[in-house]
């Protein structure tokens, strides 16, 4: 067993903001864990993208949503690598739609993957980084957990349920100097935004002050540095990347 690395995992890694994150961790010399759903080609090509340039990661499948695969992975990280340094709970879905129209199904599915997920990985990171008395637990949230957006009231629940989570949390775990910190995206571009018409797009960007929208490297430095020693007095933040659209 190597510890010689820091090691970080990376949930929905396989495209989008996560797949960005975990090049920005790989290249600040993170040995990084891609995880992934569904969609292995994708997490594999993530994986040699990062060999390719001189970097470490291993793919690894599980739904965020089942405990038993989370606690199972988690189990698996620790064996062959050491405990885990950084955990960044980025795995998300949003099922849009107005709340009158609201399927029980649609909210079940968009809290256990964007809420519950993120606090089944959350709280067997947490078992690993307080033996070691190290670790940073970064949460992808949204601005629309900060600010609300009709039309997503139940993704807005779950991304507002992780703040309030992640401050008890970072609560709990400062003792143990585990960090916990919160990243509120605004409009990234990424397959998850790809399905809005153009018309939807041009009033999301007069809602930006800065104007344009932002890119998965925007939100992957942010998390570099909340990864990183730098970040060492900062714990229970919700830090913005979104342009300004939330003020
Ligand atoms: N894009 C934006 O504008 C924006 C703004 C604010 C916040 N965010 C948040 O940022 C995060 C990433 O967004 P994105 O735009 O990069 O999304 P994306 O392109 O749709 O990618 C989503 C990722 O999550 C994975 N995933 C989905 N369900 C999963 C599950 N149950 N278990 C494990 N992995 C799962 C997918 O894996 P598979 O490929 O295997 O399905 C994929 O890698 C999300 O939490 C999102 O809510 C995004």
């Given at each position: 067993?190597?510890?010689?690395?820091p090691?970080?995992?990376v949930?929905?890694a396989?495209?989008?903001?996560g797949a960005?994150?975990?090049?920005?961790?790989?290249?600040?010399?993170?040995?990084?864990?891609?995880?992934?759903?569904?969609?292995?080609e994708?997490?594999?090509?993530?994986?040699?993208?990062?060999?390719?340039?001189?970097?470490?990661?291993?793919?690894?499948?599980?739904?965020?949503?089942?405990?038993?695969?989370?606690?199972?992975?988690?189990?698996?990280?620790?064996?062959?690598?050491?405990p885990?340094?950084?955990?960044?709970?980025?795995?998300?879905?949003?099922?849009?739609?107005?709340?009158?129209r609201?399927?029980?199904?649609?909210?079940?599915?968009?809290l256990?993957?964007?809420?519950?997920g993120?606090?089944?990985?959350?709280?067997?990171?947490?078992?690993?980084?307080?033996?070691?008395?190290?670790?940073?637990?970064?949460?992808i949230?949204?601005?629309?957990?900060?600010?609300g957006?009709?039309?997503?009231?139940?993704?807005?629940?779950?991304?507002?349920?992780?703040?309030?989570?992640?401050?008890?949390?970072?609560?709990?775990?400062?003792?143990?100097?585990?960090?916990?910190?919160?990243?509120?995206?605004?409009?990234?571009?990424?397959?998850?935004?790809?399905?809005l018409?153009?018309?939807?797009?041009?009033?999301?960007?007069?809602?930006i002050?800065?104007?344009f929208?932002?890119?998965?490297a925007?939100?992957?430095?942010?998390?570099?540095?909340?990864?990183?020693?730098?970040?060492?007095?900062?714990t229970?933040?919700?830090?913005?990347?979104?342009?300004?659209?939330?003020?």
């Amino acid at each position: 067993m190597s510890e010689a690395k820091p090691n970080a995992l990376v949930t929905g890694a396989s495209r989008g903001i996560g797949a960005e994150i975990a090049k920005h961790l790989a290249r600040s010399g993170h040995l990084v864990w891609v995880n992934y759903q569904s969609n292995k080609e994708r997490a594999e090509q993530v994986v040699s993208e990062i060999t390719a340039l001189g970097g470490s990661a291993k793919s690894i499948q599980f739904n965020v949503s089942v405990s038993s695969e989370v606690d199972a992975a988690f189990d698996e990280i620790a064996k062959t690598h050491g405990p885990l340094t950084t955990l960044v709970n980025n795995a998300g879905i949003t099922i849009d739609g107005l709340l009158l129209r609201l399927k029980d199904e649609d909210l079940e599915k968009t809290l256990s993957v964007d809420l519950k997920g993120a606090i089944f990985c959350t709280r067997a990171a947490a078992k690993q980084m307080i033996r070691k008395r190290q670790g940073s637990i970064i949460q992808i949230s949204s601005v629309v957990g900060e600010m609300g957006n009709a039309g997503q009231a139940a993704y807005a629940a779950a991304k507002a349920g992780l703040i309030g989570f992640s401050k008890s949390v970072a609560k709990e775990l400062a003792s143990r100097r585990v960090r916990v910190n919160v990243v509120t995206p605004g409009f990234i571009s990424t397959e998850m935004t790809e399905s809005l018409t153009d018309v939807q797009k041009e009033a999301i960007l007069r809602g930006i002050p800065l104007g344009f929208f932002g890119s998965p490297a925007d939100v992957a430095a942010l998390v570099s540095f909340l990864a990183s020693p730098a970040s060492q007095y900062i714990t229970g933040e919700v830090i913005g990347v979104s342009g300004g659209m939330y003020i």
